[in-house]
């Protein structure tokens, strides 16, 4: 009886030393993207018990993907509502899987807007409230999902596409794509694309020449149609003297 | 294998020694309260003999036997094992223990188990093999080797668990209770056993409340009851009753038995009890047994050699 | 019984008293070791554990209906979370057991008896148990990362099919998009992490064996620390961070952050599938801390043991 007592003291005084090492290793996860979750009144209330007790037990990840299929199946009956919410659960759960930011943007900003668009039982202007209302609920996710992994370029590239095709804003997609293009594992064609943007920036012309400028000089692999395209518009607006122009090769469309 | 000389008992002190012994088992959580299993216990065994503690259930026989070999620490007091304190675990190097109903891993063979046993004693390869097969003869399980444990009969068990005893050649052999709950004749092997141990100059300490057994086989005993020890000595000397002669003649006639009986009422001597000797029943019961034994084996041989 | 040969059997001799009693055997401890594997893979939960863990990994593959992306999401959070659960689950199962029952069937009488310190009878056992885990863990592995590729070569075959006649850097571009969905090395790392968390909790179970009156006492109380473990993180950071709360609050917390150890920092893996890579220091010091934690269960189990009445 006496030794149980002494190890429990035992442990109890290991637990002053254990404490600070623990400490400096849960800092060290969260700085290197693991644990990302606070486990809190909040959490259990969004959960319920059952997906809780299941999250907290390590199980998170399946909690979310059952939430994911939950997600899909509202996608099926078009329950907007549902979609918006199971999301953000999910991203909750797990924001370090960029498949359930990227999922969550497309279904506010791509699917529900479109359907808001055009259900026909709203006047117009309620319809174009609730479609804007969705692009900002896609454009929330993402930034949000950007906050939660700066590292990698794929929600940067996503974001860009959001500006360039929703909101029509060149400025602010070219920014994200450049963003994108500097960070590891991003797609080739970012600094294009990024290049591409600032070419329809009204007073960006120069910079945008120098950048696919540049590129054009870096080689074949980036002497695309659209690329040789927009520098020919570029070189015709600015003007640009005969015999720094590329060759005349006539592109494939503008 | 050459036999090697027998030691004899008086070299290197005594097998075990048992200095003011006593054990209180608490109560938990009643520090004031205590069960007294061994109250100052004073023993000295000597090599090559056979002890036997005996005494009641309850005495203290299991608890001493524990506490000479290290498992339980006393209260008070201190036991030795040729000469080294019990609680070193190197003392147990010389002993081997046969628990009272021990069950070893059911899902072992005899062979295994030995092996097992031998390894946690420090033997392996060629000796311990050699060893098995020896201890495997010696307890007459050599057919059984291959067969698992739970597959075993009690006396089988109880030999399997003195071979194992056996197994890294232990001076000192403690059995608790060795053949409680064993048939006749499986009872009768195991004290055959013992005895063989002994003319190898093993010491045994056993403890046991079957008091017939254990008068055939000890040298000496010690009788505990709650937890004192209440007598102790030389068996013979113990049990001697003083004043008692006892006679025992092959083919006395009656005229000759007659005589005999006028020379002791002329003496100072009294007749106590004239009759026949007798066997015990323990003799009838395995003769009959093995002559029923032998006519079934045969039989089964007749049987055997007419099928085709 | 035979008594013709008696003579062979060779009584005390000096050779066996010249032998040095060793203070450390590791021979003595893996003849315990090996005792305890075989004997707990005769354990049919054992087996029932396995087998349900394989089912599960297993039936992850009819997630089809889904774009491969998020299928072998699913294959990889539900497989490693039944490696995980199983694990974790074997630990405490098979290890709540093993002293009690020894010392029910006496079995630790013949054993004690021999010149082995109780030390080593207690690492024996717990080695047995994490042999046991690796084994299982291994097992499951290889299942999950047979069931993986099977997938990724359905998927890759597919799609081949598809881009049939495509410019061949697109479908380079498609088949690394599929290659890295599917494998990814980080898994290893998590689950060796896995599995330390498995040992962390079979010693724990030792442990609690060790001054336990039951079996079911045992399970019970490692369920509760289960559960605590995983909270352990929040109720220490509540404790160092909060000045509001109350003092019966604060000494409950700080008892929880002393006492219970922080399983939380085991649980890296669902980040590992989510696409996070493991550094070399998360990696190790995650490991160290599993390790120490298992190392300091097992001394506690062996100090406690040394001071039972058997």
Not at chain 2, 212 to 217: H, R
Not at chain 3, 128 to 153: D, H, K, P
């Amino acid at each position: 009886m006496t030794r149980t007592v002494i190890a429990l003291a035992i442990l109890v005084g290991l637990g002053g030393i254990k404490l600070p090492i623990e400490r400096n290793l849960a800092a060290l996860h969260r700085q290197e993207h693991f644990r990302g979750v606070e486990f809190n009144l909040d959490l259990r209330e969004k959960l319920g018990q059952l997906g809780f007790v299941a999250a907290l037990s390590g199980f998170r990840a399946i909690v979310a993907d059952a939430l994911f299929i939950q997600a899909h199946v509202a996608w099926e009956r078009t329950e907007w509502g549902r979609i918006l919410l199971l999301f953000r659960h999910i991203t909750t759960l797990q924001p370090r899987v960029l498949l359930f930011w990227d999922t969550a943007a497309w279904h506010m900003a791509w699917n529900a807007s479109v359907a808001a668009m055009n259900d026909q039982t709203q006047r117009l202007a309620l319809r174009v409230k609730a479609q804007r209302e969705y692009f900002a609920l896609g454009k929330d996710f993402l930034e949000r999902g950007i906050k939660n992994n700066p590292d990698r370029p794929q929600l940067y590239e996503a974001l860009a596409r959001l500006y360039k095709e929703k909101y029509k804003d060149h400025q602010r997609a070219s920014e994200f794509y450049a963003k994108a293009a500097l960070l590891p594992d991003a797609a080739k064609f970012d600094r294009r694309f990024s290049a591409y943007e600032l070419s329809y920036c009204e007073g960006r012309e120069r910079e945008a020449y120098e950048l696919l400028r540049g590129l054009y000089d870096e080689g074949e692999q980036e002497r695309l149609p659209t690329l040789i395209g927009r520098l020919k518009f570029l070189e015709d607006k600015l003007a640009v003297p005969q015999d720094q122009r590329i060759p005349d090769t006539r592109p494939i469309g503008r | 294998m050459t036999d090697s000389p027998r030691r004899s008992p008086t070299e290197a002190g005594p097998a075990v020694a048992v200095h003011g012994l006593t054990k209180v088992f608490r109560v938990p959580l009643h520090p004031s309260r205590g069960i007294v299993a061994v109250k100052e216990l004073n023993l000295r065994i000597e090599a090559g003999e056979v002890f036997g503690l005996l005494g009641p259930n309850g005495s203290g026989k299991s608890t001493t036997l524990k506490i000479i070999l290290g498992l339980v620490s006393p209260t008070r007091g201190r036991t030795e094992i040729f000469g080294r304190d019990s609680r070193l675990v190197e003392s147990r190097e010389a002993v081997g223990f046969l628990p009272e109903n021990p069950y070893f891993y059911k899902y072992l063979s005899g062979e295994e188990t030995l092996r097992f046993f031998g390894r946690l004693c420090g033997l392996r390869g060629a000796p311990l093999k050699k060893q098995i097969n020896e201890l495997l003869d010696l307890v007459g399980l050599t057919k059984a080797r291959k067969r698992r444990l739970g597959t075993y009969s009690k006396g089988m068990l109880q030999r399997i668990g003195l071979a194992q005893a056996l197994i890294h050649n232990p001076r000192l052999v403690v059995l608790d209770e060795p053949t409680a709950g064993v048939d006749p004749a499986g009872s009768r092997e195991i004290r055959d056993l013992i005895l063989d141990l002994k003319s190898r100059g093993i010491t045994v300490l056993l403890s046991s409340h079957l008091l017939a057994q254990a008068q055939e086989i000890c040298d000496r005993v010690g009788i505990l009851s709650d937890g004192v020890l209440v007598r102790e000595g030389r068996l013979q000397e113990l049990i001697a009753i003083e004043n008692q002669t006892e006679l025992v003649i092959a083919d006395a006639s009656t005229h000759l038995v007659n005589e005999i009986e006028s020379v002791i009422n002329r003496s100072k001597a009294k007749l106590i009890e004239c009759r026949k000797s007798t066997t015990t029943l323990e003799r009838l019961f395995l003769e009959a047994t093995a002559k029923n034994d032998e006519a079934r084996a045969s039989d089964d041989q007749g049987i055997a050699k007419q099928k085709p | 019984m035979t008594k013709g040969n008696d003579l062979t059997f060779q009584p005390f001799n000096d050779s066996t008293t010249g032998k040095l009693h060793r203070a450390f055997s590791f021979s003595r401890v893996l003849a315990i070791t090996s005792n305890t594997l075989t004997e707990l893979t005769r354990l049919r939960v054992f087996y029932v554990l396995l087998v349900f863990g394989l089912l599960l990994i297993g039936s992850s593959v009819f997630m089809a209906q889904f774009s491969f992306q998020q299928e072998f999401q699913i294959l990889k959070d539900v497989s490693l979370g039944a490696i995980s659960i199983f694990t974790s689950l074997l630990a405490i199962v098979a290890t709540a057991r093993l002293l009690p029952q020894d010392i029910e069937d006496r079995t630790v009488y013949t054993i004690l008896a021999k010149p082995v310190p109780r030390f080593e009878y207690v690492l024996g056992k717990i080695a047995g148990v994490l042999l046991l885990l690796a084994i299982s863990t291994l097992v499951m592995s290889a299942a999950f990362l047979a069931v993986l590729y099977l997938r990724e070569q359905t998927v890759i075959q597919t799609t081949l099919k598809q881009l049939a006649g495509a410019p061949a850097d697109q479908v380079n571009e498609a088949l690394k998009l599929i290659r890295s969905s599917a494998f990814n090395i980080d898994i290893f790392p998590g689950i060796i992490i896995i599995y330390l968390k498995a040992c962390l909790l079979a010693a724990l179970t030792l442990f609690v064996s060790t001054f336990a009156t039951t079996n079911i006492f045992t399970i019970v109380v490692m369920a509760f620390i289960y559960f605590i473990g995983h909270l352990e993180a929040t109720a220490r950071e509540y404790w160092l961070q909060e000045h509001s709360s109350g003092l019966l609050t604060r000494i409950f917390l700080a008892i929880i952050a002393l006492l219970f150890p922080d399983l939380q920092a085991f649980n890296l893996v669902d980040d590992i599938v989510a696409g996070t890579a493991i550094s070399m220091a998360v990696f190790a010091k995650t490991a160290l801390l599993g390790i120490f934690y298992t190392t300091i269960y097992t001394l506690l189990a062996a100090f406690i043991f040394y001071g039972r009445e058997l």
